[in-house]
């Protein structure tokens, strides 16, 4: 009850407020930040549209953007109730790399209503950060804004999330002595966060990989009702294995869950690959208690704060997007998304890899400028890039 009083306290009015980078203390100041002397910074702005990242907090700016209907676990929720998410969002933008972020909640959820407003809004921001919106409508509106702003557009609950498994599962097998080329992957939950671990991972070199959701493992005898669970047969399961997680799961080297709590079982352990490596990322609840999957786990992982090697999305977003605005990027592509990944495994020393070290922590000061250099490199490499931050490409 006392702790559920602090938070509700430290929630009071929001979290978050607006300063101001220079006092207007005179008349005179104000004449300079206000008109008749911003009407000159207007013109050069008129003139020549890039300067609105050297004038305006466009450079610095990040829009945090909901539909509040696939708010944490909570679901539906509405655009009300999810923005103490947005404004939580906000607040780790500026604490972990300085990004001024402002949470927007939209009461729609009519994806050319989204879309459109988003557009409207983008002059004003350098990038846009899309968060708890549900799937499938999430992929067609990142997917429609990427194409249709000159700015990024980073669905978090997608890759974010696909970004740090892909940075802790490269670390666990270094642990376990195995190759992304040679594993057998089992991803379980083929929703947003699913479908882009997976793709994060083929593109980092997976070749085994087999998602499974309800209806069991996506596959390529089954004519599905869901359009993207049809095209991730084409590109996933290669033996096309059919079952439920209980078959899929034979031989596995690696479990990773984007599902539902307490859907692994002990006998599922039992019939992976020697030194399993299991992320059991439901929240609160994983898909199977750490304790009772200790003895049959080499590495484990979880959402969770209160266990070792913590998934979370805190390591990815903030260094991603400082990255991003730093080099004025239009985009932030799998190049980017990738090098992040890297960047975050990299933190870790090969000598200080353990069972229960694989990913950084969330406060760990490398992170974000690791993060940031990767990104900004990789969006010069891959021109995507307006600004280079003096980074070696070569």
């Not at 599902?259 to 990322?281: C, E, G, Q, T």
């Not at 999957?293 to 999305?313: C, E, H, L």
């Amino acid at each position: 009850m006392e702790r559920l009083m602090e938070i509700m306290q430290l929630h009071e009015g929001g979290k978050l407020e607006t300063t101001l980078k220079h006092p207007i203390l005179s008349k005179e100041d104000l004449s300079k930040v206000y008109t008749p002397g911003v009407a000159k910074v207007c013109q050069a702005i008129a003139e020549d549209q890039e300067k609105a990242y050297q004038l305006t907090t466009k450079k610095n700016t990040v829009a945090v953007i909901s539909d509040g209907t696939a708010v944490l676990g909570l679901g539906d929720i509405g655009p009300k109730a999810a923005m103490p998410v947005m404004e939580g969002k906000a607040a780790l933008f500026k604490q972990f790399a300085g990004v001024d972020a402002v949470p927007i909640c939209l009461d729609t959820k009519n994806t050319e209503e989204i879309i459109a407003i988003v557009k409207a809004l983008a002059p004003t921001f350098g990038g846009i950060n899309l968060e708890d919106i549900a799937s499938p409508r999430c992929f067609v509106i990142e997917e429609r804004l990427r194409a249709e702003l000159d700015i990024p557009v980073f669905h978090d609950d997608q890759h974010g999330t696909a970004i740090v498994v892909l940075a802790g599962l490269l670390n666990a097998l270094k642990v376990c002595g195995k190759n992304i080329r040679e594993v057998k992957i089992v991803i379980n939950g083929v929703g947003a966060a699913g479908i882009s671990i997976s793709k994060m991972l083929l593109q980092a070199g997976a070749v085994n990989l087999i998602g499974v959701d309800r209806e069991g493992a996506i596959n390529r005898s089954v004519a599905y009702a869901n359009q993207h669970w049809s095209e991730f047969a084409e590109y996933t399961n290669p033996h096309n294995v059919q079952g439920p997680l209980s078959e899929a799961i034979k031989g596995a080297d690696v479990f990773i869950g984007v599902s539902a709590p307490n859907v692994l079982k002990v006998d599922d352990l039992r019939n992976m690959a020697k030194d399993p490596i299991v992320f059991a990322m439901a929240n609160p609840t994983p898909e199977i208690d750490p304790l009772l999957a200790a003895p049959y786990v080499k590495v484990m992982a979880t959402g969770r704060s209160d266990f070792p090697n913590q998934i979370n999305n805190v390591l990815c977003f903030p260094g991603i997007f400082r990255g991003a605005l730093d080099c004025e990027a239009t985009d932030i592509n799998d190049e980017m998304k990738l090098a992040a990944a890297e960047a975050i495994s990299s933190v870790i020393d090969p000598s200080e890899l353990s069972e229960t070290y694989i990913i950084p922590d969330a406060f760990d000061s490398r992170v974000v400028e690791r993060i940031r250099l990767a990104v900004a490199k990789a969006a010069v490499k891959s021109g995507v890039a307006r600004k280079n931050l003096l980074v070696d490409v070569k």
